[in-house]
C-alpha cells in the first residue's frame, strides 16, 4: 500500500511538471518578443562604460533584474487575484513611462546641438573623473533597471494570462521559470554583445588567418551592432510602450487588427504588411504619447517651479 501511494505520488509529480513544462513552453513563445525588445533595450542602457567595467554594469543590472521579478512575480499573484482590473491600468502607466523615456532621448538629440554636446562631454572630462564615471555607470545601471522592471512586468503578465486557468502551485512554478529563463538569456547575451569588441581583439592575436580574419570581422561589427542597437532601443521603446497602451485603450486593438488586415490584402506583399502593420502603428502611437507626456511633464515642472518661488 505505501509503495503504491508512493508510486501514485511520484506519477501525480510528474503530470505536474508536464502541464508545468507545457505551459511555460507556451509562455515563453507569448513572451519572446517582448525579449528581443528587452534585448535591444538593456544592450543599449549599459552601452557606453568603461571596458573594464562593462561585465559588472551588466551584473548589477542583471541583479537588479531578478530584485524586480521577485517583486513582480509576487505582485502580479495578488494583483491577479485580489484586484484584476488594476493589471491593465499599472501596465499602461509602465507603458507610457517607456513612450516618455523614448521621445526624451529623441527630443534631447534635437533640442541639443552637437557643439553643446561636444562642450558637455569636455566638462566631463575635466572635472574629477573618478567621481563622474562613477556617478555615470550609476546612472546607467538606474536606468537600466528601471526600463527593465517595465519590461519585466510585460512579461510577468503575459506569461500569467497564459496559465491564467491552472493551479496556484502551476502558475507560481511557470512565473518563476520564465522569470529565471528570461533573466539569464537577456543578460547573458547582453554581456556577450558589450564584450564582443573584446573578444574580436583577442581573436585578431591568436594564431591563425581564420582566427584573426574572424577577430576583424568582431572588432569591425561591434560599433555598427552597438549604434543599431541604440537605435533599435529606442524603437523598442515605443514599440513596447506604444503596444500596452493600445492594447489598453478600448476599440485600439480591434483598429489596429482591421489595419493589419487591410494591409494584409495588398498584393505581393500583403503578408509582411499585415505582419509590420501592428509593430508600426505601435510605435506611431508610441512616438504620440510619449510626446504628450514628456509636454505634460515639461509644462507641470516649470509650473511647479514657478509656484515655489
Known sequence: MAGSSLLA???DIATILDDVAAMSKVAAKKTAGVLGDDLALNAQQVAGVQADRELPVVWAVAKGSMINKAILVP????ISYFAPWAITPLLMLGGAYLCFEGFEKIAHKFLHSQAEDDQHHKELLDANQSVDLVAMEKDKIKGAVR???ILSAEIIVIA???VAAATFMQ?????VGIAVVMTIGVYGLVGAIVKMDDAGLYLTKRAGAGVQALGRVLLAAAPKLMKFLSVAGTVAMFMVGGGILTHGIPGAHDLIHHAAEAAGSVGG???LLAAVTPSVLDAIGGVIAGAI???VVTIGGKLLSAVKR
Open 160 to 162: 500569467l494570462g497564459t
Open 293 to 295: 507626456v514628456l509636454a
Open 269 to 271: 506583399v500583403g503578408p
Open 171 to 175: 502558475q507560481v512554478t511557470v512565473l
Open 147 to 149: 526600463t527593465d522592471f
Open 9 to 11: 505520488l511520484i506519477d
Open 75 to 78: 505582485a502580479a499573484l495578488a
